[in-house]
């Protein structure tokens, strides 16, 4: 196979369980960090036309978590219930390494590898959370449900373990045994500092033990003693956010729930659904009540080690008068000189290909099977944001970010010039929007549910590949729609 045949093997994970299918290419799924696919039992490689290989689970209980594809040769890491593995571009297994099931309960914190746990333990499977590599050291990071939540690092050639931090609080990266619950990116300074990831999580109603979004140090040594501390921490400030509790006297199994994430120019961003606060105290979902939920955007500057730059947008789309409004998927790319005209940007300009569901009501039994593929201009949101920075240090409106600041509190005045890579300062932060940014529609089903995409740009055409919930993988052109 050569190499340029190996950049464009596009992989299809088929989830019969659930019936999702995600599409990934080894170009792009880099990009995407970290690529989820929900009860997955076959990866399906495309190597060449009228050519396919696949690999099964091997227990039909081990399902398909994640997916990460190295873009210098090929090979294929899938992050199972139990197990991770490397497989060649041709899907034949080189190495897997074992990650479970093991002793444990989702009650013992710290758990009980650390100290002795007095509640009942059980054989319990490891689900796989999240699947990063990373290129620079030459390692991935496998981080699973067991002993709350630990990672471990991997070297890419074989799975040998080089490291599992699991002694310190930092190192329990959340509770939650869901696969699609945490989300990373790594941001790389060059070579004079090392790494740092970003972590945004689920809490599961903990968020005393877990930060919703925080930094950490991605040391170079997998075994050094401060691998995944917080960036900064001292008595009052620290490189993390966490629900306060205040939060869940409004909504009692409120959470924040990410559903993609990226790095593009000094900022890190990720793409959340969460419940819409405001609508008086409720029992939530548990009790059969439907809970509104929104869509956002959250940003933050790389560099920020307070976390004083964060603000977060809802996002939405609309698309012959029914809107869309909770996110299903989404997808960093290249807007294309065709798609950018279209937006007004520029070809080499960052766009979001995302997938929503109708509505705001999540109806997991009853689940509306209409959705819509639609784009956003990075630049344009990041004005939105721009403008909503400079009228709030005008002293204009409140910080509007109801879950976090569960009172208003008004934006305060200060003289100061608020340029494209503003970081915000110890005042008027952290952040919200309170207007929504709307994506432009490109694609509406009303049958067969959009749940997953991909795209990237050929000869000036954004192609976008999008995973449909009944198996189905459909290949949309975007045009100059004006």
Not at 36 to 52: C, K, N, R
Not at 101 to 115: G, H, L, M, S
Not at 203 to 221: H, M, Q, W
Not at 441 to 468: C, E, Q, R, W
């Amino acid at each position: 196979m050569t190499s340029l045949t190996r950049t464009r093997t596009c992989f299809f994970v088929y989830c019969f369980l659930s019936s999702l299918e995600l599409p990934v290419t080894s170009q792009t799924v880099v990009q995407a960090a970290q690529a989820h696919s929900a009860g997955s039992q076959v990866i399906t490689a495309s190597l060449q036309e009228d050519e396919y290989a696949s690999f099964h689970a091997e227990n039909p209980a081990w399902k398909f978590n994640h997916i990460a594809v190295d873009y210098r040769n090929g090979n294929v890491y899938l992050g199972a219930v139990n197990r991770i593995y490397k497989l060649s571009p041709s899907l034949e297994v080189q190495v897997s390494h074992e990650t479970g099931p093991d002793e444990d309960n989702r009650k013992c914190y710290p758990p009980r590898i650390v100290q002795p746990c007095s509640e009942p333990l059980s054989l319990t499977n490891n689900v796989n959370k999240m699947l990063l590599m990373d290129y620079r050291e030459n390692r991935l990071l496998a981080c699973g449900s067991l002993y709350q939540g630990i990672c471990k690092l991997l070297r890419l050639d074989d799975l040998f373990k080089l490291g599992e931090p699991f002694h310190k609080k930092e190192h329990y990266l959340s509770g939650v045994n869901e696969s699609g619950s945490v989300f990373g990116v790594i941001v790389s300074y060059g070579n004079a500092s090392p790494d740092m990831l970003f972590i945004a999580t689920a809490v599961d109603g903990k968020p005393e033990y877990f930060p919703t979004i925080s930094s950490r140090k991605l040391a170079r040594n997998s075994e050094e003693d401060g691998m995944f501390a917080y960036v900064f921490h001292d008595e009052f400030v620290a490189s993390m956010i966490k629900i306060p509790s205040d939060t869940f006297t409004v909504i009692p199994d409120f959470d924040i729930y990410y559903i993609y994430g990226f790095a593009s120019g000094n900022f890190v961003y990720f793409l959340t659904l969460q419940p819409e606060m405001g609508n008086g105290p409720t029992t939530g979902s548990s009790t059969g009540r439907e809970q509104v939920y929104t869509s956002k955007i959250v940003r933050l500057c790389k560099a920020d080690t307070a976390f004083n730059s964060y603000v977060e947008v809802p996002i939405g789309c609309i698309s012959g008068n029914v809107e869309y409004r909770l996110l299903e998927a989404a997808y960093l790319s290249k807007a294309g000189a065709i798609l950018a005209r279209s937006l007004d940007v520029e070809p080499d300009d960052d766009v979001l290909f995302t997938i929503f569901s109708k509505g705001q009501k999540r109806r997991p039994r009853q689940a509306s099977q209409d959705s819509a593929l639609c784009v956003f201009s990075l630049r344009k949101i990041n004005e939105k944001i721009k403008e909503r920075l400079q009228s709030c240090y005008k002293g204009e409106g409140t910080l509007d970010l109801a879950w976090l600041k569960v009172k208003d509190i008004p934006c305060s005045s200060a003289l100061l010039t608020i340029d494209d890579d503003f970081c915000g300062l110890d005042m008027n932060a952290p952040l919200g929007v309170s207007e929504m940014v709307h994506g432009k529609p490109l694609l509406t089903d009303a049958v067969d549910k959009m749940t997953s995409v991909i795209a990237y740009v050929y000869k000036n055409h954004s192609l976008v590949f999008v995973g449909t919930k009944n198996g189905r993988v459909k290949k949309v052109r975007s045009r100059n729609t004006g």
